[in-house]
T-cell receptor
């Protein structure tokens, strides 16, 4: 089983739609979680961190469910500019440092 | 501005050549990482380091080695390049401080092995 798993998509949605992505992780000792956005041929950029209490940033909401070992990202009122690949990242503490494991990414295409 | 700099953006190397990919960060981060990214496979961790001279294998270390002689520099070495190492390589750094959540990436190094 992969350490971090995501549905690769693509998710094709009309502008204005609400779309949700999930990501599961296998290591229950994982410490922190993030969603990153990556545009074609660019480096990933931080979208938001994910907290147990859930957090919201504008149209984006992230949730963490430690019991079921998954995190989610909800995008409301999708814009064309939201088209990108969304990467789930899991951070484990190891040997005094951090091991960051990425999911394969979920591709989102927002259409007119 | 935090910067992670990968010195080589585009390289073409021959099979069997030794290849060095250099990464430098200017934020005094303890943690540095090397990933490769291939279509459909996402970012896969090759090696990471949490301190000078410390290194740990990631998920796909075979065919690679790393060097961290100074805190700011983390080098990825392909001892004998092969065509299946053609990929985009991303370097990243992050503080160990729990308040520092952001992972900073370089712009990527596109390596073609012919």
């Amino acid at each position: 089983r992969k350490e971090v798993e995501q549905d690769p998509g693509p998710f094709n949605v009309p502008e204005g739609a609400t779309v949700a992505f999930n990501c599961t992780y296998s290591n229950s000792a994982s410490q922190s979680f993030f969603w990153y956005r990556q545009d074609c041929r660019k480096e990933p950029k931080l979208l938001m961190s994910v907290y147990s209490s859930g957090n919201e940033d504008g149209r984006f909401t992230a949730q963490l469910n430690r019991a079921s070992q998954y995190i989610s990202l909800l995008i409301r009122d999708s814009k064309l500019s939201d088209s990108a690949t969304y990467l789930c990242v899991v951070n484990q503490l190891t040997g005094g440092g951090n091991k960051l494991t990425f999911g394969t990414g979920t591709q989102l295409k927002v259409e007119l | 501005d935090v910067k992670v700099t990968q010195s080589s953006r585009y390289l073409v190397k021959r099979t069997g050549e030794k290849v060095f990919l250099e990464c430098v960060q200017d934020m005094d981060h303890e943690n540095m990482f090397w990933y490769r990214q291939d279509p459909g496979l996402g970012l896969r961790l090759i090696y990471f380091s949490y301190d000078v001279k410390m290194k740990e294998k990631g998920d796909i270390p075979e065919g690679y080695s790393v060097s961290r002689e100074k805190k700011e520099r983390f080098s990825l070495i392909l001892e004998s390049a092969s065509t299946n190492q053609t990929s985009m390589y991303l370097c990243a750094s992050k503080t160990t401080d729990l308040s520092g959540n952001t992972i900073y990436f370089g712009e990527g190094s596109w390596l073609t092995v012919v």
